[in-house]
């Protein structure tokens, strides 16, 4: 069953424009992970935030995490149209086995 | 440092066949998962494997099973193949020692069952 919800389902934007994607879970979590996905080929990790930390950065994406709403943003600044893909949020409920639950994801497309 | 390596790339099946998908981790790696991703369903956990043993099984019939040899390297098998088996297979590695690590994926194998 998904247990992330990533909203929204598609953006579109224009190259340099920030791109900011939410996502939402149900469980409580050990960790949230962000996934990048080029046309059906593998997922790319980007960032994993742990349940203990609000905020993380790595380059050009901002990740936020709140617990007690149970939500996550992932902020991409500056975007290019090479961040043209499509994005999910993993969660691990961390109960001591690498099990990822995955959101539908956002389709993000950057026009040059 | 390579990274995971799943092969076949492509396959297509008739129903009714079998089919077996191997997914080499990183080096180093202890912990392999499989996930299906479809149109409808997204991506959906399948079964998790650390130093040979099934550790944790999503929600899917027993015609999808899996392994673990001792090198990490991983197989899943699918049984009797069904229309609605054509999928995204896609495999994870992670050091898998207490869970809660970065998770690495491979570049999928993508079935069609015809």
């Known amino acids: 069953s998904q247990q992330g919800e990533e909203d929204p389902q598609a953006l579109s934007i224009q190259e340099g424009e920030n791109a900011t994607m939410n996502c939402s879970y149900k469980?409580?979590?050990?960790?949230l992970q962000w996934y990048r996905q080029n046309s059906g080929r593998g997922l790319v990790h980007l960032i994993l935030?742990?349940?203990?930390?609000r905020e993380k950065h790595s380059g050009r994406l901002r990740v936020t995490l709140d617990t007690s709403k149970k939500s996550s943003s992932l902020l991409i600044t500056a975007s290019r149209a090479a961040d043209t893909a499509s994005y999910f949020c993993?969660?691990?409920?961390?109960?001591?086995?690498?099990?990822?639950?995955f959101g539908k994801g956002t389709m993000l497309l950057v026009s040059p | 440092k390579a990274g995971v390596t799943q092969t076949p790339r492509y396959l297509i099946k008739t129903r009714g066949q079998q089919v077996t998908l191997s997914c080499s981790p990183i080096?180093?790696?202890?912990?392999v998962s499989w996930y299906q991703q479809t149109p409808g369903q997204g991506l959906q956990f399948l079964f998790e494997?650390?130093?040979?043993?099934?550790?944790n099984k999503g929600n899917f019939p027993g015609r999808f099973s899996g392994r673990q040899f001792s090198n990490s390297r991983s197989e899943m098998n699918v049984s009797t193949l069904e229309l609605g088996d054509s999928a995204l297979y896609l495999c994870?590695?992670?050091?898998?020692?207490?869970?809660?690590?970065?998770?690495?994926f491979g570049q999928g194998t993508r079935l069609t069952v015809v």
């Open positions: 994870a590695s992670s050091l898998g020692a207490g869970g809660s690590a970065e998770a690495f």
């Open positions: 469980t409580s979590i050990n960790n």
């Open positions: 935030i742990r349940s203990n930390e």
């Open positions: 993993a969660t691990d409920a961390g109960r001591g086995y690498s099990t990822l639950t």
């Open positions: 080096s180093g790696h202890r912990s």
């Open positions: 494997y650390f130093s040979e043993t099934q550790r």
